[in-house]
């Protein structure tokens, strides 16, 4: 069986390993001068690969994502890990993150090139796919001639954090093999917003919460909140963003409301702030601010409610104060934008779950095979989309050399219809 993989990156390289341990004769083609160039960059550099902390169904979004437990039931979290130990790589927990114990992507890179070579693998890289077309065997076109396999794994991920503004090469072949795809968006990326007082609060770091607002539905998330002179980013906005993503595609009308001060529950929050204005009684009001809240957001604030910075804290001010307060726990802006695809971790949307069976085949057209970024599945930050890459490559790889009953059946069918 000689499988022809086009993409080798972290669910290339996996569906590689899956294939080859099934005996298949295997080649890489990837279109960059080195594999796994993406993976290095995972994590800023340290490679979250998978999290402990795993529920398929509130992990992932997608248009099919009930199909998604089926798949991570034969290849999850615990096969990762083993994975990962068998090929010698210390992993380390932090808080159900796991992460190679050096901190450092390249040991995960190394790992797999290393498995790669074992496995004899061939590896062609500069090597871009243009054209894809299926006879008796697949013929792939490239700048280096052309390739034939019985097999085609199509592992090519999108642009998402690449430079390159054009569409990436999986989705065109996947095109040129009649395949749905849903559109291409920007996911786990920052938010624009349309207010001018954010060139004021870059650079700010510090919890929060927010609710995003599309149509009538709120989608919430609590953390670190990043503060630029566009708008809002951090994590708890990269797990909203492909929500906003979608809903900006279809002209949708979408919000933010940031609470600053997300730790202090509602049903006690007046009677400490009627406490804090007595301790800050005759002192200025930004230093009580400046008590909760980073100086920039105060500032901010404050001439938002058209507070002076010499006004002091007396019973005067006193529903001055309560609005200055009420709008760090309630500050709405309005999202215009989302960072495009060359600043998002990953991209939602892809070829589409239906057109798949329960191997990652494609349906109409055996012998073809899908995994990773290519498909209609997106996950949060904290490892998920580096687990599907390995989930997935590891189920494409392994059916497209023969190693599951659905594949054996296929080639049997083909075989008898010849």
């Known amino acids: 069986m000689q499988i022809g993989i086009v993409g080798a990156g972290a669910s290339g390289m996996m569906a590689a390993i899956a294939a080859a341990r099934e005996g298949a004769e295997v080649t ?9 160039k993406k993976l290095l960059a995972t994590g800023n550099g340290r490679c979250n690969l998978s999290n402990l902390d795993f529920d398929a169904n509130r992990d992932y979004r997608g248009h099919d994502t009930g199909r998604l437990s089926g798949w991570f039931s034969r290849f999850g979290v615990r096969e990762t890990i083993s994975f990962f130990e068998s090929l010698g790589l210390v992993l380390i927990d932090k808080n159900g993150y796991l992460y190679p114990r050096s901190l450092q992507a390249a040991a995960v890179l190394d790992s797999l090139q290393g498995e790669l070579f074992r496995l004899k693998v ?3 890289t500069d090597c871009r796919i243009v054209h894809i077309q299926k006879k008796k065997r697949f013929l792939l076109t490239s700048g280096q001639g052309t390739f034939s396999f019985d097999r085609i794994i199509l592992a090519c991920g999108s642009s998402a954090g690449l430079a390159r503004p054009d569409p990436p090469d999986g989705f065109a072949l996947a095109g040129q093999m009649g395949l749905l795809t849903y559109p291409l968006l920007p996911a786990l990326t920052a938010l624009r917003c349309r207010e001018r007082f954010f060139g004021a609060l870059a650079g700010v770091r510090c919890q929060a919460r927010i609710d995003l607002h599309v149509s009538d539905r709120v989608y919430s998330e609590t953390g670190e909140l990043q503060l630029t002179d566009y708008g809002i980013s951090g994590i708890p906005v990269f797990q909203l963003s492909r929500f906003a993503s979608e809903a900006i595609a279809d002209k949708q009308t979408v919000s933010a409301v940031l609470d600053f001060l997300p730790e202090y ?17 005759g002192k200025p009001i930004r230093l009580m601010g400046c008590s909760m809240l980073p100086a920039k957001v105060v500032t901010t604030l404050m001439k938002l409610c058209g507070i002076r910075q010499e006004e002091l804290v007396c019973p005067q001010n006193q529903e001055r104060i309560r609005q200055l307060f009420q709008t760090a726990r309630a500050l709405g802006v309005t999202v215009y934008a989302t960072n495009p695809l060359r600043q998002s971790q990953v991209c939602m949307g892809g070829v589409a779950l239906s057109e798949l069976d329960d191997d990652l085949g494609a349906i109409r057209v055996p012998g073809l095979y899908l995994c990773g970024e290519m498909l209609d599945v997106d996950g949060r930050c904290g490892g998920y989309n580096l687990q599907w890459a390995f989930t997935s490559g ?10 599951s009953k ?11 219809t010849a």
Do not use: H, S
């Open 28 to 36: 890489l083609l990837e279109g960059c001068r080195q594999i796994g």
């Open 122 to 124: 061939r590896q062609i």
């Open 265 to 281: 529950p509602k049903e006690t929050w007046d009677a400490f702030l009627t406490k804090q204005m007595r301790v800050f009684l």
């Open 394 to 403: 590891y189920t494409a790889g392994r059916a497209a050399a023969g190693g």
């Open 406 to 416: 659905k594949a054996e059946r296929n080639d049997y069918d083909q075989n008898t």
